[in-house]
């Protein structure tokens, strides 16, 4: 098992919905920044959605109004509910951590990773 596992990943058509689980198998306290990032074939990782330990958040412009980003420190989970998938949204999805706030955006600040899960959406 990894440190950090995504779950909920799958094939679903154009404007349905998901909702993917990322399981922390870490301690939390320091870890003040949880995100999600997704990567397509032929393209670089890119920021989906961050949640700070302060209940900040922030999404990706393609996806905001569209996705929801959530995290529950008593049960060390954090969640992506996805709606309104498009076919554009497909990629493999993963869950990092870190902790500071800064360069949130920034695949390479993230201390913990996934194993990624893919989200598939047909047309």
């Known amino acids: 098992q990894g440190q950090l596992e995504e779950s909920g990943g799958g094939l679903v058509q154009s404007g349905g919905s998901l909702r993917l689980s990322c399981a922390i198998r870490i301690s939390i306290h320091s870890l003040n920044t949880m995100g999600w990032f997704r990567q397509a074939p032929g393209k670089e990782r890119e920021l989906v959605a961050v949640i700070g330990s302060h209940g900040s958040t922030n999404y990706a412009d393609s996806v905001k109004g569209r996705f929801t980003i959530s995290r529950d420190d008593a049960k060390n989970m954090m969640y992506l509910q996805m709606g309104s998938l498009k076919p554009e949204d497909t990629a493999i999805y993963y869950c990092?951590?870190?902790?500071?706030?800064?360069?949130?955006?920034?695949?390479?600040?993230?201390?913990?990773w996934g194993q990624g899960t893919q989200v598939t959406v047909s047309s």
């Open positions: 990092a951590c870190k902790g500071s706030w800064i360069d949130y955006s920034f695949p390479r600040t993230y201390d913990y």
